[in-house]
């Protein structure tokens, strides 16, 4: 069975949960940008969590199905129609032999994600699927999709579906300020810049892609103008460059860099750094390593907690 792009959307790209393990060769994970989206929209349609989706971007695909499928579209808000009738988010439903999905403008967010029951089939490349940009590999030709693509969906092997509790979405946007750790140059900075940094709104800035946030605000400096080799980047590292203005480093990120990094974002809020929007408002607040790792821990539990049959 083949999905026809009618239209690609603004950038559209095949993604599971990325490619790990292979920084030290220069490697970005890639993956979904809200990795919590896609597996969620796997599940409802009986997919393993890191089963290739659509990663849509501001502007959703129109797409045609050439035979019946079940699909789930999960993420920030957006319209989706199938012909004339008005389709349903964070639910499995199926779309009938060459119908036409139609993903209108993202609001609420900047990313939303398309699950096909038994997943597009994509050649794996170093162990995943996800489209890797900047480095012209994985997903289709290592690019966003154009209008005439053919992507191919494999045959379930499961066809169980599942659905959501009432109301559970809701806490999957969490208020608040962003959960950071001390970065590994956490002591190139006086403890009033480091508390300002913590204090102070930033605003996304529309020089924002997947490879990183740049945000504007308070100046973070170092202490002194040293010189600092360059060393390998964690995911959600934020650095500071000469300007002082950080930038989140993210999903398609460099894996070496030569900026101090002053903190770095838990693994449990990267979803949320998905969903930033240009202009958006973003504070950051210290927890612990213990208390990243119960984040984590926590959020893996509301996971299984969200699915009834």
């Given at each position: 069975?083949?999905?026809?792009?009618?239209?690609?959307?603004?950038?559209?790209?095949?993604?599971?949960?990325?490619?790990?393990?292979?920084?030290?060769?220069?490697?970005?994970?890639?993956?979904?940008?809200?990795?919590?989206?896609?597996?969620?929209?796997?599940?409802?349609?009986?997919?393993?969590?890191?089963?290739?989706?659509?990663?849509?971007?501001?502007?959703?695909?129109?797409?045609?199905?050439?035979?019946?499928?079940?699909?789930?579209?999960?993420?920030?808000?957006?319209?989706?129609?199938v012909g004339q009738k008005r389709a349903t988010a964070n639910v499995a439903f199926e779309i009938s032999d060459g119908e036409v999905l139609q993903c209108?403008?993202?609001?609420?967010?900047?990313?939303?994600?398309?699950?096909?029951?038994?997943?597009?089939?994509?050649?794996?490349?170093?162990?995943?699927?996800?489209?890797?940009?900047?480095?012209?590999?994985?997903?289709?030709?290592?690019?966003?999709?154009?209008?005439?693509?053919?992507?191919?969906?494999?045959?379930?092997?499961?066809?169980?579906?599942?659905?959501?509790?009432?109301?559970?979405?809701?806490?999957?946007?969490?208020?608040?300020?962003?959960?950071?750790?001390?970065?590994?140059?956490?002591?190139?900075?006086?403890?009033?810049?480091?508390?300002?940094?913590?204090?102070?709104?930033?605003?996304?800035?529309?020089?924002?892609?997947?490879?990183?946030?740049?945000?504007?605000?308070?100046?973070?400096?170092?202490?002194?103008?040293?010189?600092?080799?360059?060393?390998?980047?964690?995911?959600?590292?934020?650095?500071?460059?000469?300007?002082?203005?950080?930038?989140?480093?993210?999903?398609?990120?460099?894996?070496?860099?030569?900026?101090?990094?002053?903190?770095?974002?838990?693994?449990?809020?990267?979803?949320?750094?998905?969903?930033?929007?240009?202009?958006?408002?973003?504070?950051?607040?210290?927890?612990?390593?213990?208390e990243a790792l119960d984040a984590l821990r926590e959020q893996g539990r509301w996971l299984k907690s969200?699915?009834?049959?």
């Amino acid at each position: 069975m083949t999905v026809r792009v009618v239209k690609p959307g603004f950038f559209t790209t095949v993604q599971d949960r990325g490619r790990f393990g292979l920084a030290h060769l220069g490697i970005s994970p890639a993956g979904a940008a809200d990795a919590i989206s896609l597996r969620i929209a796997n599940r409802l349609v009986g997919n393993d969590d890191n089963t290739p989706g659509l990663e849509m971007t501001l502007l959703g695909a129109t797409l045609e199905f050439e035979k019946s499928a079940v699909i789930a579209i999960c993420g920030a808000s957006c319209e989706y129609s199938v012909g004339q009738k008005r389709a349903t988010a964070n639910v499995a439903f199926e779309i009938s032999d060459g119908e036409v999905l139609q993903c209108g403008s993202i609001t609420d967010g900047v990313r939303c994600y398309l699950a096909v029951q038994g997943g597009f089939d994509v050649s794996l490349v170093m162990g995943s699927a996800s489209t890797d940009v900047r480095g012209r590999f994985g997903g289709v030709e290592g690019r966003r999709l154009q209008g005439g693509d053919l992507l191919g969906v494999r045959k379930a092997e499961k066809t169980q579906t599942w659905r959501l509790r009432t109301g559970a979405m809701e806490s999957l946007r969490r208020d608040g300020p962003i959960r950071v750790t001390k970065g590994a140059q956490h002591d190139w900075f006086s403890p009033e810049t480091y508390a300002r940094f913590l204090g102070a709104p930033y605003a996304v800035s529309e020089q924002s892609d997947r490879a990183g946030l740049r945000l504007k605000g308070e100046t973070a400096s170092p202490r002194e103008k040293t010189q600092l080799l360059t060393d390998g980047i964690p995911l959600g590292a934020i650095q500071v460059p000469q300007d002082g203005q950080p930038i989140i480093l993210f999903v398609d990120q460099q894996t070496t860099g030569g900026y101090p990094k002053i903190a770095n974002v838990i693994a449990a809020d990267m979803h949320r750094i998905g969903q930033l929007r240009p202009r958006d408002e973003v504070r950051f607040t210290e927890v612990s390593m213990a208390e990243a790792l119960d984040a984590l821990r926590e959020q893996g539990r509301w996971l299984k907690s969200i699915f009834v049959v």
